[in-house]
């Protein structure tokens, strides 16, 4: 049973892996607007040098593997980056929604067990 369990714990590495590559070219190569484009259109911004200077603080210039090699380098070392609209860190935005996200994942985990259990009794009874 460990030996199975371990089997499934290291082919999850390449699954994961290979998850971010599609996730990460797909939603690249499927959105027509990055997200410079996207912030200076909102703000009326039409300067190409600022938008140059962007792209590279966000690591979003170059060829797209690339991208791909700077975004996961800096997710492995746990550095997500900051917030696009706050400015601040992405664990710190993750960690003050952390509690609601708790209450709404018990509640619905609460729904679910109440109304499950009954009806699988039910339906192994019928």
Avoid: C, H, N
Wanted: charged share 15%; aromatic share 8%.
């Amino acid at each position: 049973m460990a030996k199975y369990v371990a089997q499934r714990l290291l082919l999850s590495i390449p699954t994961l892996i290979a998850l971010t590559i599609v996730v990460f070219f797909v939603v690249r190569v499927v959105i027509p607007i990055d997200a410079v484009d996207l912030r200076f259109a909102t703000a009326g911004v039409t300067d190409p040098e600022k938008a140059r200077e962007l792209r590279e603080q966000l690591g979003i210039s170059g060829p797209l593997p690339m991208q791909y090699v700077r975004w996961a380098g800096r997710l492995a070392t746990g550095d997500f980056g900051k917030s696009f609209y706050t400015g601040r860190s992405i664990v710190t935005e993750m960690g003050s929604r952390l509690p609601v996200s708790m209450e709404v994942g018990l509640g619905s985990l609460i729904i679910t067990v109440v109304l499950a259990i009954p009806i699988g009794i039910l339906a192994a009874v019928r």
